[in-house]
């Protein structure tokens, strides 16, 4: 079983619709990062967690600490936010991050 | 807000030859560079951690001899691909901690070895 587990891997929306992604994680952490990764390759960083919720835009990104669990929502979604949104965590020590397998999401018009 | 500069974006070289990727910090100081490949459809692997002035930290299963990595500045990483072989062909993106302790990605080198 892997570390950061994401759910679903794959997501089709309609533009306008409410998206949710999810991820679970099985260790001990410092903080959560969700990051999005453009069909180019870059990778943006969009929130890191440690505690609540984060709101940025259309963004919202929540996390239970006790859960081990963390949710990505897009509001009132568009195309341009098609993209692979990956959930990382970085462990209590130590810098390195462990990544989850990323969820593609496919907004149509 | 901070910002990893990284070049080539793209690149295409012989079997045999080495590819220098450069990683730049462009407005803050990274101590720490992570370096990732990534296979298409699949997630980041990080292959090593490099510090300002000490050598990397490979992850296992990483040849440190084939992927060389120097990190001789607080601003430059440099991964070097080593008698680059079909099989290298692959995604690698650098990564470094930035002030706010979040982490600033690179735009990721595309390498072909043909």
């Known amino acids: 079983k892997n570390e950061v587990e994401q759910s679903p891997q794959n997501l089709t929306a309609q533009e306008g619709e409410f998206i949710t992604i999810n991820c679970s994680y099985s260790?001990?952490?410092?903080?959560l990062h969700w990051l999005q990764q453009h069909p180019g390759g870059g990778i943006v960083s969009l929130f890191m967690l440690s505690s609540g919720k984060k709101k940025h835009g259309r963004l919202i990104a929540t996390i239970n600490i006790q859960e081990k669990h963390s949710s990505l929502h897009i509001t009132a979604s568009h195309p341009r936010d098609s993209a692979v949104y990956i959930c990382a965590v970085r462990g209590a020590a130590g810098n390195k991050l462990t990544f989850g397998g990323g969820t593609r999401v496919l907004v149509k018009p | 807000g901070a910002v990893v500069s990284q070049h080539p974006s793209r690149v295409i070289c012989k079997s045999g030859t080495s590819v220098k990727i450069e990683c730049r910090s462009l407005d803050f100081q990274a101590t720490t560079m992570f370096w990732y490949r990534q296979f298409p459809k699949q997630s980041l692997m990080l292959m090593a951690t490099?510090?300002?002035?000490?050598?990397?930290?490979?992850e296992q299963g990483v040849e440190k001899d084939k992927f060389l990595i120097n990190h001789a500045s607080l601003t430059l990483s440099t991964l070097t691909v080593t008698s680059a072989h079909p099989e290298d062909s692959s995604f690698y993106i650098c990564s470094a901690r930035d002030r706010g302790i979040g982490y600033t990605f690179g735009s990721g080198t595309r390498l072909t070895v043909v």
């Open positions: 260790v001990g952490i410092s903080a």
């Open positions: 490099s510090n300002e002035g000490s050598k990397a930290t490979y």
